[in-house]
């Protein structure tokens, strides 16, 4: 039986209004991959370019320039990196409550460490999501210059990375930081990324699970370090080089309350920071600030539900509701920039994502299109990201009052909140029903962004759907908290299932897909068309996966629906069983798979037009089935046939005549043994 599998194909929508994803395709500039085998498992060679020399990824921008302190956990974790134990890499983990400053605390020692020559080879692996683990990972091989590079399967990169991390003779000396480990993340990292050996590597990790701490730490030699709020001494030092009080004020500020506004925010590094951005603002000494601390105001915002301790609710409350109140009368697109980007991933927000949502939409307005429930939310944030100056200006007040950081990262302008910065806002700045609206008004934008991508299975435009992933995510964990049903978002978050599966990332994007059934199956119906679609497309999900079984079991199911539903001619049903047919086929079924094809073969000639796309793609894969039947010579007719009516139709430079035109050369030249390149996998534009 051959390697090469046959096409999965999905069934498309059948209105504008109910567009539902395909994922199969013709994909001329992918690499097809033989099912249970994976590219990542054939060995790589580790450079063809020179390897530089030194390399330092680190986000020096989220460095505190007030960083104090820390000198004792500094000492710890370079002793256990100054040893080494067996071929392991040495491991840190370090945890602690949010906002204790275990970023701060890993930037600090990794730039100290390069400014040093400690690791000429530092990279920065962001571990808050698994989308954005998986990302910054696979950037690791365009850093190193690694033949892996070349291709676009990020489950591919990641391995390539990993490879070369293990590898004690190209890679002697490095550290990997991965930032804010979770309970998902943590299992990723340890099967995907996490180097196995190499004693010249080193780890530092942080998170906020004390029990994935425990876990990373249980191999001898390896340091597991709970960070604590730094002491007095040094967050009153931390403090008044933030609100930068001269050395005379401070003598004259420990007196009137330094050590008591410290000692009310529990000595927490990210309520410090904010506490000396206000007074900076306000002109505020340390008594004044504390009274507004210890005002009734303060107290009534500590009973939000969430999952902080006692003493984090005080100091994140306490120390960032001033600004917040003040905002509210001062500054009204300040407050629309946090309230729309609250419900975002926090880590990482590009601001095009809204400029261009916010700019279709405005171009719907002027066209008098307007979403179902106009929505003032919806209005303001179009305003503000229809006008540069003033979401230039916005930005700015965010920045200067530490309510975010903002870099620019290749001309792409990114703003991070710190998540109990964004628990606070939803939670101050927003009734239950506002939370609602300005969510709407967030998923409307990035929605809307999302359909200006293009093909997503193009690789072209993967970098920039890989943008959209996390925050989809995010706003669908808000939607399903507050009880909002959004058909957009519903496409929004299809689309982003896609991008996972043509990039390899078949776990997360069953995981995507298995959601969104169950979703659309209560909002739509089970046999609405896109319901439907959404079936096959995790179909398709199990089907590279090599769960044939469970692709089966939904392809039947999607293709009796359909014959029911649609009719036995629809382009969707074909299309179901053109899929059924490729699952067989992988399993050497050929008798069930080529009555199938031929039904598919004959129909889509008599409904569609012998030159159609869809039917040319049923010929190409007949003949592929023909050919592990042993009938060679069909086979060879068959493609024959194909290869003369693509270059009628199509044109003879056209991708997919030359694939049909290249297996043809093949079988007649190498002795009919079948390559892998030529398979098709259908566009949903053509009902495949």
Not at 2 to 14: C, D, E, F, R, Y
Request: net charge negative.
């Amino acid at each position: 039986m051959s390697s090469a599998p046959l096409p999965h194909q999905h069934i498309s929508g059948t209105s504008a209004t109910d567009r539902s994803i395909a994922l199969a395709g013709d994909f001329p500039n992918l690499t097809s991959v033989a099912i249970g085998t994976c590219e990542s498992s054939r060995p790589l060679p580790y450079t063809d370019n020179k390897l530089p020399s030194k390399i330092c990824e680190l986000p020096n921008f989220l460095l505190s320039p007030y960083f104090t302190g820390r000198g004792d956990e500094l000492r710890q974790i370079d002793r256990v990196f100054s040893t080494s134990s067996g071929d392991l890499p040495r491991c840190c983990v370090i945890h602690g409550m949010p906002g204790v400053g275990k970023t701060q605390l890993a930037l600090k020692f990794a730039t100290l460490a390069f400014q040093k020559g400690q690791y000429p080879y530092i990279f920065w692996v962001s571990a808050v999501s698994v989308e954005k683990l998986t990302q910054d990972a696979s950037k690791v091989v365009d850093l190193l210059r690694l033949p892996g590079r070349y291709t676009l399967n990020q489950a591919s990169r990641v391995t390539a990375a990993r490879a070369w991390l293990e590898d004690s003779t190209a890679a002697k000396s490095w550290l990997v930081v991965l930032d804010n480990l979770s309970e998902e993340t943590a299992i990723t990292t340890l099967r995907d990324f996490l180097p196995r050996h190499n004693h010249g590597g080193r780890i530092l990790m942080t998170t906020r699970i004390a029990t994935i701490a425990e876990r990373y730490t249980a191999s001898g030699g390896s340091l597991q370090l709970a960070l604590q709020p730094p002491g007095i001494d040094d967050a009153m030092t931390m403090l008044s080089a933030g609100a930068k009080l001269e050395q005379e004020g401070r003598k004259e500020a420990s007196c009137v309350g330094l050590e008591r506004l410290v000692r009310s925010v529990g000595s927490l590094p990210l309520a410090i920071d904010q506490a000396a951005s206000y007074m900076r603002d306000t002109g505020s000494n340390p008594q004044e600030v504390l009274d507004v601390y210890e005002s009734e105001e303060v107290v009534e915002i500590l009973s939000w539900e969430n999952d902080l301790s006692r003493h984090e609710e005080k100091s994140i409350a306490a120390t960032f509701t001033p600004a917040l109140n003040k905002l509210q009368g001062t500054a009204p697109d300040v407050l629309t920039l946090l309230r729309v980007l609250c419900f975002c991933d926090p880590e990482n927000i590009p601001m095009s994502i809204f400029t261009q949502g916010c700019g279709a939409l405005h171009q719907e307005d002027r066209h008098n299109i307007r979403p179902a429930r106009p929505l003032g939310e919806l209005e303001a944030v179009t305003e503000l990201f229809g006008s540069r100056m003033r979401l230039s200006k916005a930005i700015q007040e965010v920045q200067r009052l530490s309510l975010a950081a903002y870099t620019l990262e290749r001309s792409e302008r990114i703003i991070r909140i710190h998540d109990l910065v964004q628990l606070l806002l939803r939670s101050k700045l927003m009734t239950n029903t506002e939370r609602g609206q300005w969510l709407e008004a967030a998923i409307r934008a990035v929605c809307v962004a999302s359909e200006n991508i293009g093909d997503r299975r193009s690789p072209q435009n993967w970098s920039r759907c890989g943008q959209f992933v996390t925050h989809i995510k995010s706003l669908e964990t808000f939607a399903e908290q507050y009880r909002l049903q959004d058909t957009g978002l519903l496409d929004a978050s299809t689309w982003a299932a896609v991008y996972l599966d043509v990039c390899g990332l078949y776990r997360k994007a069953a995981t995507w897909n298995e959601r969104i059934w169950d979703q659309k199956k209560i909002i739509l119906g089970e046999e609405h068309p896109t319901t439907l679609a959404s079936m096959a497309n995790l179909a398709s999900t199990y089907w590279n996966q090599g769960r044939w079984k469970e692709a089966e079991e939904l392809q039947v199911r999607v293709m009796e629906t359909t014959k029911r539903v649609l009719g036995e001619e629809h382009p969707d049903t074909l299309t179901s069983m053109a899929n059924l047919a490729s699952t067989y086929w992988n399993q050497g079924r050929w008798k069930e798979a080529e009555e199938l094809q031929v039904r598919v073969i004959e129909t889509r000639k008599r409904v569609l037009g012998e030159e159609h796309p869809s039917t040319l793609s049923s010929m190409n894969n007949f003949a592929f089935t023909l050919k592990d039947k042993g009938e060679d010579r069909k086979a060879i007719a068959l493609m024959v046939e194909c290869v003369e009516k693509r270059k009628h139709a199509l044109g003879q430079d056209h991708p997919y005549t030359k694939k049909s035109e290249d297996m043809l050369s093949t079988w007649r030249m190498e002795g009919l043994h079948l390559g892998s390149s030529g398979q098709d996998v259908n566009s949903s534009a053509t009902g495949e």
